[in-house]
């Protein structure tokens, strides 16, 4: 079993950055690729960004591309996604999810491919 800690959300103004991190425990497999999600009221789960095991690829919606970067250091189990320029579209429950066994990385953009998911952070971004 793997358990994910979201943190980092928070209330800011458009333009503002944030840093969400996503710490793993519980018995985990060689870093799993993770992914970020995001879920606003009336909306369904929203792909945000996603990292391979390696840190290799990254692959991020075209919403955020240019202003998210996802990143992991593999020395804490914990995986980050940096947010700048933050606009209200962004605000919503983040998730980052991890699956239990190793994904192409092709997949990782659909929240069926995983298996183990966060409590969620809030991010609120006000104009």
């Known amino acids: 079993q793997v358990q994910l800690v979201e943190s980092g959300g928070g209330l800011v103004q458009a333009g503002d950055s944030l840093r969400l991190s996503c710490a793993a425990s519980g018995r985990t497999f060689s870093n799993p690729a993770t992914g970020w999600f995001r879920q606003a009221p009336g909306k369904e789960r929203e792909f945000v960004a996603a990292?391979?095991?390696?840190?290799?690829?990254?692959g991020y919606v075209d919403s955020v591309k240019g202003r998210f970067t996802i990143s992991r250091d593999n020395a804490k189990n914990t995986v980050y996604l940096q947010m700048n320029n933050l606009t209200p579209e962004d605000t919503a429950v983040y998730y980052c999810?991890?699956?239990?066994?190793?994904?192409?990385?092709?997949?990782?953009?659909?929240?069926?491919?995983?298996?183990?998911w966060g409590q969620g952070t809030q991010v609120t971004v006000s104009s």
């Open positions: 990292i391979s095991s390696s840190g290799a690829w990254k």
């Open positions: 999810a991890a699956p239990s066994r190793a994904k192409g990385a092709s997949s990782l953009r659909s929240p069926q491919e995983y298996d183990y």
